[in-house]
């Protein structure tokens, strides 16, 4: 997809993002951001590509953002973030995102090859309460983040049967 698409599918509708709680115990895996919004941590996640099995594509993302195999478990749920008040640079403009989150839970398997440096800068394990410091720190790239640790950790995760995808 060009980058105007892009531009023009964040700025006007919902677009929908997949990605990964990468979990081991107690700890979540998080990748520090080295394009979109530099220097800030984010789990590992992106936009679907068209006609992309949703649970294929966290994994996909997944893998290229963290540099581990992974194997995904559960369905975690979806997480509608309304970012008017979380302005993003895309290009030249300001512009307001709507993404909406299809999460699943995931756990490393084996090593993969190295994140492209371009799009992240470290990739590192975080308690619950770490996680919660970098979003008082301003350094958290999404509040919803919180949400998916203590969904995680409560128990709310989904059997992956709930994720359909058809191809007609």
Same mark, same amino acid.
């Given at each position: 997809?060009?980058?105007?698409?892009?531009?023009?599918?964040?700025?006007?509708?919902?677009?929908?993002?997949?990605?990964?709680?990468?979990?081991?115990?107690?700890?979540? $895996? &998080?990748?520090?951001?080295?394009? !979109?919004?530099?220097g800030k941590?984010?789990? *590992?996640?992106?936009? @679907? %590509?068209?006609?992309?099995?949703?649970?294929?594509?966290?994994?996909?993302?997944?893998?290229?953002?963290?540099?581990?195999?992974?194997?995904?478990?559960?369905?975690?749920?979806?997480?509608?973030?309304?970012?008017?008040?979380?302005?993003?640079?895309?290009?030249?403009?300001?512009?307001?995102?709507?993404?909406?989150? $299809? &999460?699943?839970?995931?756990?490393? !398997?084996?090593?993969?090859?190295?994140?492209? *440096?371009?799009?992240? @800068? %470290?990739?590192?394990?975080?308690?619950s309460k770490?996680?919660?410091?970098?979003?008082?720190?301003?350094?958290?790239?999404?509040?919803?983040?919180?949400?998916?640790?203590?969904?995680?950790?409560a128990g709310?995760?989904?059997?992956?049967?709930?994720?359909?995808?058809?191809?007609?």
């Amino acid at each position: 997809m060009s980058k105007k698409n892009r531009y023009l599918i964040a700025k006007n509708w919902p677009f929908v993002v997949v990605g990964c709680l990468v979990v081991k115990g107690d700890k979540v $895996l &998080l990748v520090k951001e080295a394009s !979109v919004e530099v220097g800030k941590w984010n789990q *590992p996640a992106g936009w @679907l %590509e068209k006609q992309e099995n949703p649970v294929l594509g966290a994994k996909r993302e997944a893998e290229e953002e963290t540099g581990f195999k992974i194997k995904i478990t559960k369905f975690l749920g979806i997480y509608s973030l309304d970012r008017r008040k979380i302005r993003e640079r895309s290009g030249t403009k300001l512009i307001d995102r709507h993404p909406v989150k $299809l &999460l699943f839970l995931a756990r490393v !398997v084996g090593r993969g090859k190295r994140p492209n *440096p371009l799009e992240i @800068l %470290e990739v590192k394990w975080f308690s619950s309460k770490e996680i919660k410091n970098l979003h008082k720190q301003k350094i958290l790239r999404d509040p919803d983040i919180i949400n998916e640790v203590q969904d995680y950790l409560a128990g709310r995760t989904y059997n992956l049967k709930l994720v359909h995808h058809l191809k007609v």
